[in-house]
Structure formats: C-alpha cells, structure tokens
C-alpha cells in the first residue's frame, strides 16, 4: 500500500514538474460528433457516433501525459463527452448540468487533462439518450511502467446493444407500458408445462405469488430486442481479429451496452483475467466471465491451435448474443453456440433472502472455514465439491480433492448473489465462472483504513410507472449527496428491486468490499444484485461536483440518479463549487 | 524451524501429494514415486563445488529477467534469484506439464491463505505441513520467494529434455511469467 | 479561470435545468378496443380509447368510447372524458375530471368523475369511477391480459355501469346495472403497436333499466361478434 502512495505521489509530482517545466509530453486530439446510420444486418437506423463511426475510434492515451481533445459538435443538439472511468478534474468530466453545461450545436469544447492512470476505458456522450443511439468509444491508456502480463497483440472487444427504437422512443413506450420491451412473459404453455412438472397445485400458487407482487420472474433484463454488436458488428457480420497460433492476446472487453449484461466465453480457451476497470488485478484464469454494463475486463488468452474460435457474448437473460472471431485467416467463423435456457428470477431475487446477505456473517452451506490465520473463508463452498478417494483434511477439518479446480462448481456459492438467485451464474463447460470474490487488486491504490462513515443507499424503483430512484427519491426531487474531502465514505447498497443495477460513481474510484482488506478491487463500476446488499469504499480525494447513477440509460434517465458535492479540500485544490453561490 | 525450512516442507508436501493424487497429468514427467522432482528427466540437485556458473534471475510482476536460458547439456548451474516484484513468485525447473499440474496445488495453498498475493502466512503453512502426514522434503528445483527476497538453487541440467521456468503462483503462469531452458551441446 | 468559469457555466446550466434533472413530459396513444360490433340485428362500430400526457407525477388523459350503429346511423353511446390522474399508491392512481355524453338520440349528459385506475393484485387492470351530476352512476371495468403466447393475446373484460338514480330520458333506472362482458383474442402484428383481433362482446341491461330498454324497442341482451385492432402508439 506504501507502494501505491508512493506511486501516486510520484506521479503527482512529475505530473507538476512536467506542468511546470512546460515539458510534458502532449497529446493532442479530436473528435467530431456526427449523426451516422446504425447498420446491424437485422435493422439500419440513424444514429449518433464520432468521426463519423459507431463506435467511435479507440483512444490511445500515454499515462503521465496531458491531453487536449478537441470536440465539435456536428449535431443539431447538445452533446456532452464524459471519460468513463478517467480521474481528472471535475470540470472535464463531461456531464451536463453538473461538470459544464454541454456542448451546443455546431460548438466545439476543448479538454484538457493530464492522464493519471492506465488501462482500458471508454467515452460516451451524457447527454440524453446519445449514449444509446451510438454515441461510444474505447480509451486505451498505456503504462509508463512494464505492465504485469505478457502478450504478443491486443485487440479492443468493445460490446454494444443496439435497437431499432430511438432511446427517446424506448423511454417513452415504457412509460406507457412497462412491459412493452418484454417479450419473454410466462404464457399459457408455460403454465401447462409447470403443471405437468410440479403439479397444478405448485404451479398456480407460484403464479399467484408472482401475480400477487405484479412482477415477472422472467424480467431480467428490463428491456428486449436489442441486437448485440462487438465492435459495431452483429453475428453475422463478425468482427474477427487475427492472429498467430501461440500468440498470447489481450482482449480489452468494454460493455458499452444500454441495458444489457453479457456472459462472455471464448469455447476452446482458457481466459486470464488481468485487469478490471482499468486497475489491474491478480490474474485469475476463468473459463466464463459475466461483464456488467459500463465495467471493463481485460483478459489474456493463448490459442495453440490453428483454427477458428468464437469469441460468443451472450445477454444475461438469453435473449440475445454476438458472436465474433480470433481466427487465424479473414473469412473464418467460429461456431455459434445455442442460447441457453432463460434464466427465472426467484423469490430470492425478490428480497426475499436479504438477511442471508451480509457478507460480514455469511453462513455458508457448509459452514463457515475458519483459516488458520483467522479469517473467515468466503465464496468457497467445499461442501458441494465432488470429493475423490484419497481426499486430504486441511488444517480447517475441511476436506479437499486432487484439486481439479477446473471442474469445481464454484458458481453456485458466489456471495455477490442472493443464496437461491435464479441469476447465479454457472459456465458452460461447467468449468469456473468469474466472481467479484476472486478479484484482488494487484495495486492498492489507497492504505486500507476504517471508514470514516457509512452512507445506505437503497436502490429502488417502480416498476409498473417505470420509475427508478435511490432512497425512494428520484433524482430530479433528490438533494445532492455531500462528502467532506478526505473522508473515506462506505456506500452501502441496498437493492430492493429486482434488477441489477451497475452503480457508476464519477471522478473518484470504487473500492469494492470482498472482504480482503487492501486487497479489495479497485473499480469504477460495481454491479448490484438483485436481494442482495454490497458495499463499497470512496476515498474522498477529488473536490468539485460529480455524477453518480446506474449506468442502465433508462435507469438513469428515470431517477436513479444522484449529483455527488464534495467539500472542501487542502488549499488550492478545493474547487469553485457552484453549489456555495447556491447557499 | 525456521521460516525457510517450512516453506520448503510445505511446498515440497503440496508438491508430492500434486504427484500422488494426479497421476494421469504427470504420467509424461514423472516416475510418480515418492520423490516428486528427483527425476533424471528434469535434472538433479547440483553440487556447489561443480558449479559452471552463476546466473542471476530477477522476478518482476509478472516476468523474469532473464526471460529465457541458454544452458549446455549436463551443465551445474547456480542461480541466485531476486524478486524484485510486489508479489510473491516462484522460480521453478520443469516440464511444461509439471508446471501444469503444480498450479492448482499453488491454487490450493492460495485459497486456503497460504499464499497471500504479497507474503507467505506461515501459519496457515504450519497448520497445513501439520495436517500432511507424508513425504516432507525440500524440493531443490524450486525456490518461492516474497518481495524484496532472494534465493539460490544449483541445478544440474540433463542431456535432453524440455524445461521450462515458470511461477506457478495462481494466474503468474498464464500470464506470461515463464520461459525456455535451451539445452545445447 | 479556468475553473471559475466552469463552475459558473456548470451553475447557470444547473439553473436551467439539466436534461437529467428536468421533469420529463411523456405521451401515449392507446385504444382497447376499435372494432366492428354486428350482433342480432345490430351492427356497430365501435372504440374505447385513451391518449396522454404528462409526467410520473401528473398524467391528462382523454379518454372516448362510442358505439355508432349503422342501421340508422347514428351514435348510440358517445362518451368523451378529460381525466386527471396523480398517483396515490404503488399501482393506483387517483382520477378527477369530467365527462361528457353526447349521443345522437336522447339528451346530453355531463358529468364530474372521481375514480381510481391501476393494476390489482394478479394483474387485473382495474377502473372504479364515480360520475357525479343530477344522475349520478358508478362504474366498475376490469381486464385481463392472458397470454397464450408472447404474441397471441386473450383479453376477457367485464365493465358494470350502475346509475345510482333513475334518469329515463337516458333508459337508465336506480341500480338497474348494464353489464358488458367481453373477450377478445388478438396478435401482436407490428410490436404492440398494431394488433388485430377477435371476439365476442356481450351487453345485458338488468332491472327496470332492462325494462326501459326494451320499452325503446331495443334488446337488453345482445351477443355481438367482433373483429377489430388493438392500437397503441
């Protein structure tokens, strides 16, 4: 952790000297914002991009630089840019009505700030519902020093969930319906079905239950419809990226999608997870890896073989998926695999189970495991692995196997569910599926200390009126949320609907509590489960006035929404906070 | 005992029961008998008095300096290691499918904290050697070290074989913290 | 400056209202039923239809439902409401507003409403109004969506006027209640803006309402079959 000071400090202080010298190094940059045609193979549109492209291009920063972008507005609206993910001064963070007041049409704004950071990011306008018409980017952030991972290319995987209605016209059909996005509802059949199975008693009390609450087990991914794209490209149309057998290649996975989750696996590889939102962490090789709206996964992998693989990025609810390739030749397709079966939401989801989900005193199915060192051990449900002769007793009276871990269960005792989550993830090949459990920062970025406070957010919402909100307010009736400058503030949320929601906080990190102490992930992004309460940790260190929300668009947009003040702050760093003329 | 000399029965105990519970994996590079790594195909312990010469190896987060090795048949070499990363890393002489059947047992330890991401807790590795009822030595092709940390481990190359140096600690492998031994006349 | 400036432009354009922050005006279109009624020697068109607009908090709604018989054509029934509905719970609304009948044959009615609208337990989509005036009356309308499929869509209905005093000139008698049940199967041809649709709709006028019915010469129970489209825009 002194390490991590030490890093800060020392980039901070060359960042001065550069400033100060004149010498830094400096990039400069444009981007222009442009009505475009959406072209999915199933449906063309119009839609909003940069330099004329949706996506638009991928921006290559140099940490320890100062950069200055220049943004025209070609459009006959507002737009605004905002740096998901980037730590720069409030004033550069590109939300309306909070950072500046936008750019006007035909306006070109200029950014500058310097780059403190590095990994893989991404743009999107804040404005409106450009976001979801196409209005997105990539960032790539190279590192002064030698990252910790080798490969021999990478390719930016940025997913994207287009659809043929206009985001105004999505907002507005489910005001009028709430339901009118969701064609995957519990039919008729689906009731003789469940019948058959469980009996007509079980059936219709289990209908009646979900009748009673007036919501669908089948609503998991709030809107349907969408035609998922990698890199602007739908399935057919399959965006494939070459290379040559051996090569380990990084993939910088971006899910600028509007509302949609995928489940990503590359059939016939292993992938090594070595950084998420853009902090790198201890690379964990999984077989499957769920990536949340707005969050950023890197992950290494390394075909042998000479031949095709899919890279098949599947919605959370099934509804939807996009295929491309790592092919060795252009024209090769890796195969498409079948969706797999829906998912249900349980009354788990529903809260029903919440007390359950305390992760300070989780019960786990077969007890808790005591360490030798004293810590509770989480996430590891030995009970539920298949145990072979010969099994050895660990000091901790637990049992354990020849260590086949890439055949044990594990996502079935993931802690970032409600216990009996109909959303649960498990990977295709049956092998390990990716948990907020098994991610471990590789550099802390602050000491770990206490809390200076907790703040409870519960995240609510209405979902017949398509209303979203925190706390039961929603935004536009909702005061600001103010932090003191260097508090360390514990965010407790509480979801008490039953969508998950990606919880995007602007300008300071997201340290997400795993329960491993320093070793927490360091995020911009944490995604909330339905049933189930998540805390995380700001360190308060950056003034001025921030946007913090569920990076869902309709989400978003409905409610649940808050501005950020924070307060304060050492002498010529405090920022010139509107909000004091306010007072 | 010292800190040392538990590691190394730890390790060399998680080794062997890698040996004993996963035959099939090891087939190709073991004789599978009690003495894990001892085998001629990978080379043998060295003895300090023919040794060649030295080779400095510093492990970084997550590679090695040197990254690959150019060794003659039959050659004694010693090599003092560094970690100069901010993580615990292993430098360890093996077949590429050694090294793959030893990283879920380095999996293991990590899960079950043995292995924290920047220290050994030897604790839990006293609680785990005691538990383990068999088979405890040191295992000289291998040496695990935490930051800031150095080791040394003569070696004596064989005549033919495939070998690698690797870390095995969990993701290190996969994320490109190994390299050739080149073997020549 | 720099800052100076941003955080000025960031206060006015707070001022102004941020497109986040603003309260957002939504809109709709929407009719139930736009159908062609023929029963036992009757035929009529008819629709029962809402438009909107407004916020989470506030919403004005127009709604229309009418049957025009072609026999002689004329309106039978022509309703028009102007309706404020404010949200009192999780699911309901509560409804103020007017009403005003203007048929063809007999005399013109207006009415103020007092009512609820919302969606009750097991997703029954329920309308309880009080029309206030010299001839006061309730109503009660419930609707089910079933689904068949995702696509294919079963409807049943069921709407009770009750007039709550006796107002001949409209053949409505005290707590003689018109009953109208219906059901409709229909397909979601384009998205759910357009859905065709299947029926039969049965209106059966109970007490001296009944009476007064047929003292018109009219049937007070009638079967109709219907075939119409669902709209929502």
């Known amino acids: 952790m002194t390490i991590g000071l030490l890093r800060r400090a020392f980039l901070l202080g060359a960042g001065l000297a550069a400033a100060l010298s004149g010498a830094a190094t400096a990039g400069e940059y444009s981007l222009t914002v442009d009505p475009v045609t959406v072209d999915t193979g199933a449906f063309t549109r119009s839609g909003i991009g940069y330099n004329g492209a949706t996506p638009g291009p991928v921006l290559r920063f140099r940490e320890g630089e100062d950069v200055t972008i220049r943004v025209t507005n070609n459009l006959s609206e507002p737009t605004s840019i905002h740096w998901h993910g980037l730590i720069l001064p409030f004033e550069q963070d590109g939300v309306p009505g909070i950072s500046y007041e936008g750019i006007a049409p035909g306006e070109t704004f200029t950014y500058r700030f310097p780059i403190v950071q590095s990994g893989t990011y991404w743009f999107h306008s804040h404005t409106g519902f450009q976001e979801p018409d196409g209005a997105y980017g990539a960032i790539v952030i190279e590192p002064t020093k030698r990252e910790p991972f080798r490969y021999d290319r990478e390719y930016v995987v940025q997913l994207t969930d287009a659809h043929p209605h206009s985001g105004n016209r999505i907002m507005r059909n489910l005001k009028m319906m709430p339901d009118y996005y969701n064609r995957k509802q519990r039919t008729l059949f689906d009731f003789l079905r469940d019948t058959r199975e469980q009996g007509f008693d079980a059936a219709l009390s289990d209908r009646s239950a979900w009748g009673d609450m007036r919501m669908m087990p089948t609503d998991i991914e709030d809107l349907q419809g969408f035609t998922p794209l990698m890199n602007g490209k739908s399935s057919a149309q399959n965006w494939t990226g070459l290379f040559t057998p051996g090569e380990r290649i990084r993939l910088r996975f971006i899910n600028s999608s509007a509302m949609t989750y995928f489940d990503i696996r590359i059939p016939g590889l292993k992938m090594t997870v070595v950084q998420a939102d853009g902090n790198n962490v201890l690379p964990v090789p999984v077989d499957e890896f769920r990536i949340a709206v707005a969050e950023t996964y890197d992950i290494l992998v390394q075909p042998k073989e000479d031949t095709p693989f899919?890279?098949?990025?599947?919605?959370?609810?099934?509804?939807?998926?996009?295929?491309?390739?790592?092919?060795?030749?252009?024209?090769?397709?890796?195969?498409?695999?079948?969706?797999?079966?829906?998912?249900?939401?349980?009354?788990?989801?529903?809260?029903?189970?919440?007390?359950?989900?305390?992760?300070?005193?989780?019960?786990?199915?077969g007890g808790t495991h005591t360490m030798p060192d004293g810590s509770a051990m989480k996430g590891m449900d030995h009970s539920k692995m298949a145990m072979p002769v010969g099994a050895h007793t660990m000091p901790d009276g637990s049992t354990m196997k020849g260590m086949d871990h890439s055949t044990m269960d594990m996502g079935t005792s993931d802690p970032f569910y409600a216990p009996g989550s109909g959303l649960m993830p498990t990977a295709a090949n049956g092998g390990k599926f990716l948990s907020y459990n098994d991610l471990r920062t590789q550099k802390p970025l602050y000491p770990h200390r206490e809390a200076t406070r907790e703040i409870e957010l519960r995240l609510t919402g209405n979902m017949e009126r398509y209303m979203w909100s925190i706390n039961g307010i929603k935004y536009a009736d909702a005061e600001p949320i103010r932090l003191q400058y260097g508090e360390r503030v514990r965010f407790k949320f509480v979801n008490e609907t039953m969508m998950t929601h990606p919880m995007h906080l602007h300008g300071m990190w997201s340290i997400l509590d795993t329960g491993k102490g320093k070793w927490n992930p360091v995020k911009h992004v944490v995604s909330v489960a339905p049933g189930t309460t998540l805390f995380m940790e700001t360190e308060v260190d950056a003034p001025g006035q921030w946007a913090f929300h569920c990076h869902l668009s309709y989400h978003a947009d409905s409610g649940m929404f808050r501005k950020v003040i924070v307060e304060g702050g050492p002498e010529g760093k405090a920022a010139a906070l509107p909000v004091k003329t306010e007072g | 005992m010292s800190s040392s000399s538990i590691l190394g029965a730890v390790l060399g105990a998680s080794l062997s029961f890698a040996l004993l519970s996963s035959g099939p994996a090891l087939a190709a590079g073991s004789h599978g008998g009690g003495h894990g790594m001892h085998d001629m195909k990978i080379g043998k312990p060295g003895d300090p008095a023919k040794v060649s010469r030295t080779i400095e190896i510093t492990m970084y987060d997550n590679y090695y300096e040197p990254e690959s090795l150019d060794i003659k048949e039959g050659e004694t070499i010693r090599f003092v290691v560094r970690n100069a990363g901010e993580f615990v890393h292993e430098f360890n002489i093996a077949t590429a499918a050694m090294h793959e059947a030893h990283r879920p047992e380095m999996m293991m330890m990590m899960e079950h904290g043995v292995l924290e991401p920047d220290r050994i807790n030897l604790e839990a590795a006293k609680a785990m050697q005691a538990s383990m009822g068999h088979g405890m030595h040191n295992e000289a092709n291998s040496v695990l070290l935490e930051p800031g940390k150095s080791g040394e481990i003569v070696w004596t190359f064989p005549k033919h074989a495939d070998l690698e140096f690797a870390c095995n600690v969990p993701g290190h492998y996969e994320t490109g913290m190994h390299g050739k031994v080149k073997l020549s006349h | 400056m720099f800052t100076r400036y941003a955080a000025l432009s960031a206060f006015s354009a707070f001022l102004l209202a941020s497109p986040v922050s603003a309260e957002q005006l939504f809109w709709g279109i929407q009719a139930e039923q736009l159908e062609w009624r023929s029963g036992e020697g009757s035929e009529a068109f008819a629709w029962d239809a809402d438009a909107f607009v407004g916020t989470d908090e506030l919403k004005v709604v127009w709604r229309s439902e009418a049957e025009y018989a072609t026999g002689p054509s004329s309106f039978e029934t022509l309703e028009n409401q102007l309706r404020l509905q404010v949200p009192v719970s999780t699911f309901f609304d509560a409804v103020a507003g007017v009403r005003y009948d203007s048929p063809d044959e007999g005399p013109h009615r207006t009415y103020g409403v007092l009512g609820l609208h919302g969606l009750?337990?097991?997703?029954?989509?329920?309308?309880?109004?009080?029309?206030?005036?010299?001839?006061?009356?309730?109503?009660?309308?419930?609707?089910?969506?079933?689904?068949?499929?995702?696509?294919?869509?079963?409807?049943?209905?069921?709407?009770?006027?009750?007039?709550?005093?006796?107002?001949e000139a409209t053949s409505r008698a005290a707590f003689g209640p018109k009953l109208e049940v219906g059901g409709r199967l229909s397909y979601d041809l384009l998205d759910r803006a357009i859905a065709p649709y299947v029926g039969v709709h049965w209106e059966r006028t109970f007490g001296k309402s009944g009476r007064l019915v047929r003292a018109e010469g009219e049937d007070d129970d009638v079967v109709s079959l219907v075939v119409g489209f669902r709209l929502m825009f």
């Open chain 3, 120 to 167: 009750a337990k097991q997703w029954f989509e329920v309308d309880a109004d009080l029309y206030l005036s010299e001839y006061p009356s309730a109503r009660f309308e419930v609707e089910y969506e079933g689904l068949i499929t995702n696509r294919v869509i079963f409807t049943p209905s069921i709407e009770l006027d009750i007039p709550l005093v006796d107002d």
């Open chain 1, 310 to 365: 899919a890279i098949f990025a599947e919605s959370m609810g099934r509804t939807s998926s996009v295929r491309g390739t790592l092919a060795t030749a252009e024209g090769q397709k890796g195969d498409i695999p079948d969706l797999r079966k829906p998912p249900l939401l349980t009354m788990a989801d529903m809260g029903m189970a919440h007390e359950g989900m305390d992760h300070g005193a989780m019960s786990m199915a």
